[in-house]
């Protein structure tokens, strides 16, 4: 049997292979096979971030480990399927050309589920980027019983596991999008108010339900995930690292949703209920928010307010607004200008605390962008202190509306590119 065919013959079919227990060490040593682990975490974050395929050579090069070393760990990644060989470069130098490097495709994925307010789905990611296969159903799930949209998202994840399993490829994990505040590490959604849920066990109603018994599940926050996904397609459309990317990301839905990302990474706070800016305060007397709340920020320019500005029913189509706008209808036009006036308010507000350039917005904000970026921009240069000497930007988010579900399949793949240990043979 083939190293490779061994590895594939040690993995389960879903979930990461048993780790083997170890002694407690001294955290403040580090021993070799730690140093072993993180070379290995290094080599293959390289690939996976680098804008194009790489060689073994220029890892070396890029992360200051010997070419022995870099070969020695992409030849275990190799055996793992993490990682292919594609062509030999082409090059117009002197020298040996290298073997291109690329992450593989179609091996192991994170599969991403998500509920909203009107939808769930589920998505599987490779390490690759691609989408292997999703799926998405229609609901309205306001003051929903927790147990039954489960119930629900399992119904339409089975077979996505189902066909995976059928096709050979292994399932690292999942991870839920949920619109609210989590309790880190305990898979319980505190409070999402949009739902109309609060203290729900989440991880706990799914563990219940085939194959969620065998896969590991986590929880993740909407606008984090989402911010997740786009920091990397920012990094690969500018050719750069994930590390260069440092934004404000603002995802509107029903709800709005916030995440801050600062050198690649989300700055999520002590709990990790950072980014909430859809509660900021805009108006103390005005209407009330489903949080309980006064005058919260989706009260103004959420999707529910946004379609009612403009005389729409809270149940049409979003796309009934963006016409309305093309069309200069001026309800539609009111309705936008007030909300893009109350987001520049809380924008600014929040851009002389966190001290970032650059403003994202996704979600339907993405398909309203070139209406709402005059609004935006003026409160931005009217009340963010450093814009007199600095250029802020306001873009529209990369992805689409599938950004939160994009970003909890690679959540689940970050836990495998950051401990690559179970996934490789160990020599």
Same mark, same amino acid.
């Given at each position: 049997m083939s190293a490779t065919q061994d590895t594939a013959a040690r993995r389960p079919t879903v979930g990461p292979a048993p780790r083997p227990r170890r002694g407690r060490a001294d955290p403040r040593a580090a021993r070799q096979s730690s140093l072993r682990e993180h070379n290995l975490s290094l080599v293959l974050r390289h690939i996976i971030e680098a804008p194009a395929p790489t060689t073994r050579a220029r890892i070396a090069g890029a992360v200051g480990l010997t070419r022995a070393t870099v070969s020695d760990l992409v030849d275990r990644l190799l055996r793992?399927?993490?990682?292919?060989?594609?062509? !030999?470069?082409?090059?117009?130098?002197?020298?040996?050309? %290298?073997?291109?490097?690329?992450?593989?495709?179609?091996?192991?994925?994170?599969?991403?589920?998500e509920i909203q307010v009107d939808?769930?789905?589920?998505?599987?990611?490779?390490?690759? %980027?691609?989408?292997?296969?999703?799926?998405? $159903?229609?609901?309205?799930?306001? $003051?929903?019983?927790? #147990?039954? !949209?489960?119930?629900?998202?399992?119904?339409?994840?089975?077979?996505?596991?189902?066909?995976?399993?059928?096709?050979?490829?292994?399932?690292?994990?999942?991870?839920?999008?949920?619109?609210?505040?989590?309790?880190?590490?305990?898979?319980?959604?505190?409070? $999402?108010?949009?739902?109309?849920?609060?203290?729900?066990?989440? !991880?706990?109603?799914?563990?219940?339900?085939?194959?969620?018994?065998?896969?590991?599940?986590?929880?993740?926050?909407?606008?984090?995930? #989402?911010?997740? $996904?786009?920091?990397?397609?920012?990094?690969?459309?500018?050719?750069t690292s994930r590390a260069a990317q440092s934004f404000l990301y603002l995802?509107?839905?029903?709800?709005?949703?916030?995440?801050?990302?600062?050198?690649?990474?989300?700055?999520?706070?002590?709990?990790g209920w950072s980014g909430e800016i859809g509660h900021a305060v805009i108006?103390?007397?005005?209407?009330?928010?489903?949080?309980?709340? !006064?005058?919260?920020?989706?009260?103004?320019?959420?999707?529910?307010?946004? +379609?009612?500005?403009?005389?729409?029913?809270?149940?049409?189509?979003?796309?009934? +607004?963006?016409t309305a706008a093309h069309m200069r209808d001026p309800r539609a036009l009111r309705s936008i200008e007030a909300a893009s006036t109350a987001l520049g308010m809380a924008i600014a507000t929040a851009m002389n605390i966190i001290d970032v350039e650059q403003v994202v917005l996704g979600g339907i904000y993405a398909s309203l962008y070139e209406h709402l970026r005059p609004g935006i921009e003026a409160q931005v240069r009217l009340r963010v202190l450093a814009a007199r000497w600095s250029d802020v930007r306001v873009e529209a988010a990369l992805g689409q509306g599938d950004s939160a579900l994009v970003g909890a399949s690679l959540q689940v793949l970050d836990r495998v590119v950051t401990d690559p240990t179970d996934w490789v043979p160990s020599s």
């Open positions: 793992g399927q993490l990682v292919v060989e594609l062509e !030999t470069e082409s090059v117009d130098r002197a020298g040996r050309p %290298g073997v291109l490097l690329a992450p593989a495709s179609r091996s192991v994925v994170g599969l991403g589920l939808q769930i789905s589920v998505r599987a990611t490779d390490l690759a %980027g691609s989408s292997i296969v999703q799926s998405r $159903a229609a609901g309205d799930f306001r $003051a929903s019983d927790p #147990a039954e !949209t489960v119930e629900r998202l399992v119904r339409l994840a089975a077979p996505v596991v189902g066909q995976l399993a059928d096709e050979g490829i292994v399932v690292a994990g999942a991870c839920v999008s949920v619109p609210g505040i989590m309790q880190r590490g305990s898979g319980q959604v505190r409070l $999402a108010p949009n739902l109309g849920w609060e203290g729900v066990q989440l !991880t706990d109603l799914l563990r219940v339900h085939h194959p969620f018994d065998l896969i590991p599940v986590e929880l993740g926050n909407d606008a984090d995930l #989402a911010a997740r $996904a786009e920091a990397r397609a920012r990094a690969q459309l500018r050719g995802a509107g839905e029903v709800g709005i949703g916030g995440a801050i990302v600062l050198d690649g990474e989300l700055a999520s706070g002590q709990h108006d103390p007397d005005g209407p009330r928010c489903r949080c309980g709340a !006064t005058g919260c920020l989706e009260q103004f320019a959420g999707k529910d307010a946004l +379609l009612r500005g403009a005389g729409l029913d809270v149940a049409e189509p979003l796309r009934r +607004l963006v």
